[in-house]
């Protein structure tokens, strides 16, 4: 039987469903939103909520040009820690969120998270995988990369919307089981609480450092890249599309080794926007050519990459990093022996054996890791103590 869907269009509605969410003891919720694929930036494009018993589908686009204050009472809903809020999968919608609107979500249960403790053979599972493996059936997902920005939105569309909500109060009520049989409850607990704090990060001053290392772009090109980088970054703003459909990232990084000279060679340069070939921005393409460009030169210290405890220690203090990274490696092989690799690796992640080595368990891991790696390490009869402290305190 299909559920009920509300299909919400105006703020009065929306105020009308918020107030009637925030009765509730929790909401099963997700976002669609376009990155980059059809329009330039990342555009919310519609939030479903389901309450338990029918699904609600809010279309924010036309409560634009105040958007934020039209969804204002269904935000006040999401910041409020009385209501649950079940998502699956939710980093990109809280960072979207926070980048957007500046909400920050309260109280998450996240069934991906819940899998991901239970250890089992996919730490990273989709929802539709998820359905099927726990529900025992498939729902379409055909929709999943439909352009949600086109309207009116198809019922197939619609279907696919409430489907990534239908199931998640069903979802999460299995995997608690599981977690509480296990004695894990209290995992999914400390890692969904964390969420809370996570954040968009704004002021990314080299954007085009992360492509160009993505295309190995070769150093002596690195400044036509970033000015490459910059006017298509331009002109994708002033004709609201993605940067892609005004200069493909291969072909950017193509042009940035073999520039375009010329007017003739322009016109029939292949892969480009039209509005590229037209002034003013094909004189600029041009004189970046055999301009004079400054070197990129290395980037801000609070956005430089730390180098691996190895490079950066010497003499004694590398001996007891190592020494650290020694007892870390037996103690994540005791855990995928004991529980499984899925489990040793969530322990112990490569990231979070550098984290334990520099700043200690104590800063780099959750109560429930410490409590787990405590109890591995009476286990096997391996001595811990010295890995709670910083490495040089």
């Known amino acids: 039987m299909k559920p009920i869907i509300h299909y919400l269009t105006t703020a009065a509605q929306v105020a009308d469903a918020a107030a009637h969410f925030a009765t509730l003891p929790r909401i099963a919720i997700d976002l669609e939103f376009d990155d980059n694929r059809y329009r330039y930036g990342r555009h919310l494009a519609l939030i479903q909520v389901f309450d338990g018993r029918e699904v609600y589908l809010i279309d924010p686009l036309p409560l634009e040009p105040e958007m934020a204050a039209g969804l204002e009472p269904l935000f006040a809903v999401l910041r409020n820690p009385a209501v649950a809020k079940v998502f699956h999968s939710c980093k990109s919608d809280i960072l979207l969120l926070d980048e957007l609107f500046g909400v920050h979500c309260r109280n ?64 999460t009520d299995r995997l608690t089981a599981r977690l509480q049989e296990q004695g894990r409850a209290q995992w999914a607990a400390e890692e969904n609480h964390a969420l809370e704090a996570v954040r968009y990060g704004r002021g990314e001053l080299r954007p085009h450092l992360r492509l160009a290392g993505k295309y190995r772009v070769a150093p002596q090109d690195l400044p036509l890249f970033r000015e490459l980088y910059a006017l298509r970054d331009r002109i994708a703003r002033q004709l609201d599309r993605p940067s892609y459909m005004v200069l493909s990232n291969d072909r950017l990084a193509e042009l940035a080794h073999q520039p375009i000279a010329s007017h003739g060679a322009l016109r029939n340069a292949s892969g480009l926007h039209p509005e590229l070939k037209r002034a003013p921005y094909a004189d600029e393409l041009i004189a970046l050519a055999t301009a004079e460009l400054a070197p990129d030169g290395p980037p801000p210290a609070d956005q430089r990459r730390p180098q691996p405890f190895r490079r950066r220690f010497g003499g004694p203090i590398a001996a007891k990093a190592e020494a650290r990274e020694t007892l870390l490696m037996s103690l994540k092989n005791h855990l995928a022996a004991d529980y499984s690799p899925v489990l040793a690796n969530t322990v112990l992640s490569n990231r979070l054996i550098g984290d334990v080595v520099e700043q200690g368990s104590l800063a780099a891991l959750r109560p429930w890791q410490r409590q787990l790696l405590g109890e591995t390490a009476g286990q096997h009869g391996l001595a811990i103590a010295e890995l709670e402290t910083p490495l040089q305190a």
Not at 111 to 116: D, G, K, N
Not at 137 to 151: A, C, H, I, P, T
């Open 108 to 171: 998450i249960v996240d069934t991906s998270v819940q899998f991901t403790l239970l250890a089992l053979e996919d730490n990273n599972i989709s929802l539709g995988r998820l359905i099927q493996s726990e529900l025992g059936f498939e729902v379409d997902k055909g929709e999943q990369k439909s352009n949600w920005l086109k309207r009116p939105l198809t019922e197939a569309q619609k279907e696919y919307a409430a489907n990534d909500v239908l199931y998640l109060f069903e979802l």
